[in-house]
């Protein structure tokens, strides 16, 4: 399943926002991509993250694949609210 | 060829910056300092510039030039995170000598810095240096108070799975 976010946290995804997001999705087994630009990396990874390099009003997309990827994307979903980080479209 | 492999597995972490070596709770900043982002060191420079802590490839240089990523050959992944909330400062203080992709050696110099300025206009210049991949390796830290740039051992990385048979 996926989900399509707009990030409005006002430096992008560096570091903090990065691990933010990371750590929130590392305890499911899903297999989590984080889709931007058309280009896509595993979002357990804060380096994958980062190098994407992902300004604010950047659209992008979140997709979970596993057994527990519903409770992932909600527990995503969460975290990007809560922090600030983007808001769902 | 395969005790060559074993032998290379162990991965030594030199200091990028000089300065004092600190633990990674002593950052003031819980990104850092709770391991969110994985475990590591910090220094605070005194002076001079980043140089390479290992050989490796850049894996990460953003615009704002205040951090940058390699990874190793054999996987481990390093960010220097140069200051806190540096960020902010949209590139101003730092001049990069090297890209995305570029390989570079223990030692090379990677991104000068103008630490005066930082102080002015930074939170901290507290650099941490952490493993962003450090959940599945074992890392040994070095008992050290001066890390010299390219010189200073800072921390050993092994895997995980190697320390179970030792």
């Known amino acids: ?89 | 060829m395969f005790s060559n492999l074993f032998k290379k597995r162990k991965l030594q972490i030199f200091a990028p910056v000089n300065g004092e070596v600190l633990s990674l709770d002593k950052v003031p900043d819980p990104v850092f300092s709770e391991k969110m982002m994985g475990d590591g060191v910090a220094i605070m420079p005194d002076e001079g510039n980043i140089h390479a802590p290992i050989e490796g490839t850049v894996i990460l240089m953003p615009d704002t030039k205040h951090a940058i990523g390699i990874r190793s050959k054999d996987g481990t992944e390093i960010l220097i995170h140069i200051g806190l909330e540096t960020v902010s400062l949209k590139g101003n203080g730092f001049n990069t000598h090297v890209t995305m992709g570029d390989s570079i050696a223990i030692g090379q110099l990677l991104i000068e810095v103008d630490w005066t300025y930082l102080k002015e206009h930074a939170e901290s210049i507290i650099t941490p240096i952490v493993i962003t991949n450090s959940s599945d390796r074992v890392i040994q830290f070095e008992n050290i108070k001066q890390g010299f740039a390219g010189e200073t051992v800072l921390m050993t990385v092994s895997p995980l799975s190697r320390i179970n048979g030792q």
């Open chain 1, 1 to 89: 399943m996926e989900k399509s976010f707009k990030i409005t946290t006002s430096e992008g995804l560096h570091a903090r926002p990065a691990t933010l997001l990371v750590s929130s999705v590392s305890p499911f087994t899903a297999s989590v991509e984080l889709l931007y630009n058309n280009k896509s990396v595993n979002l357990k990874s804060i380096m994958g993250v980062m190098a994407q390099a992902i300004p604010v009003g950047a659209l992008v997309t979140i997709s979970a694949n596993g057994a527990d990827a519903e409770e992932l994307i909600s527990k995503v979903t969460e975290v990007i609210i809560s922090q600030g980080l983007g808001e769902e479209c």
